[in-house]
């Protein structure tokens, strides 16, 4: 399908795709092998700006994870392995829409979890009428 020319284009492309992904990590102090900078690679769907936004909610989260364990203990505890976590990144596509700001509730009791759980869920009756209705079908 392709001729000799454009394998060999596309595999120099790719090189230096890989080459400035692993200068990237490097720049970080992240050291990766072959295998795994070409798997972070296809996981960031070729692009490298998916890379970096990538490296930025690493960034981002690593200085929060700092910040809280500071406030909590004293101790300074980031993101402890930073090339898994980035890989994990890429993979689950956990860098996506990071700018939205989501607020989530606060219960400060099981029953108030429940009561809230029991509120969104539909009503499902009790477990006789489920019973018949299931033997019913």
Same mark, same amino acid.
């Given at each position: 399908?392709?001729?000799?020319?454009?394998?060999?284009?596309?595999?120099?492309?790719?090189?230096?795709? =890989?080459?400035?992904?692993?200068?990237?990590?490097?720049?970080?102090?992240?050291?990766?092998?072959?295998?795994?900078?070409?798997?972070?690679?296809?996981?960031?769907?070729?692009?490298?700006?998916?890379?970096?936004?990538?490296?930025?909610?690493?960034?981002?989260?690593?200085?929060?994870?700092?910040?809280?364990?500071?406030?909590?203990?004293?101790?300074?505890?980031? =993101?402890?392995?930073? =090339?898994?976590?980035?890989?994990?990144?890429?993979?689950?596509?956990?860098? =996506?829409?990071?700018?939205?700001?989501?607020?989530?509730?606060?219960?400060?009791?099981?029953?108030?979890?429940?009561?809230?759980?029991?509120?969104?869920?539909?009503?499902?009756?009790?477990?006789?009428?489920?019973?018949?209705?299931?033997?019913?079908?």
């Amino acid at each position: 399908m392709f001729d000799g020319k454009r394998k060999k284009k596309s595999n120099e492309l790719l090189l230096q795709n =890989i080459s400035r992904l692993d200068t990237l990590l490097k720049s970080l102090g992240m050291k990766c092998n072959q295998e795994t900078l070409h798997r972070m690679w296809r996981y960031a769907g070729k692009k490298m700006s998916e890379v970096e936004n990538a490296v930025e909610y690493m960034l981002k989260c690593h200085k929060e994870k700092i910040e809280q364990s500071e406030s909590l203990n004293g101790e300074k505890k980031g =993101i402890f392995k930073p =090339i898994g976590w980035l890989h994990d990144c890429l993979k689950y596509g956990r860098h =996506i829409d990071v700018n939205e700001n989501v607020e989530l509730p606060f219960f400060d009791s099981i029953l108030a979890l429940s009561n809230f759980v029991k509120g969104i869920s539909p009503d499902t009756g009790s477990s006789s009428d489920r019973n018949r209705l299931r033997y019913q079908t």
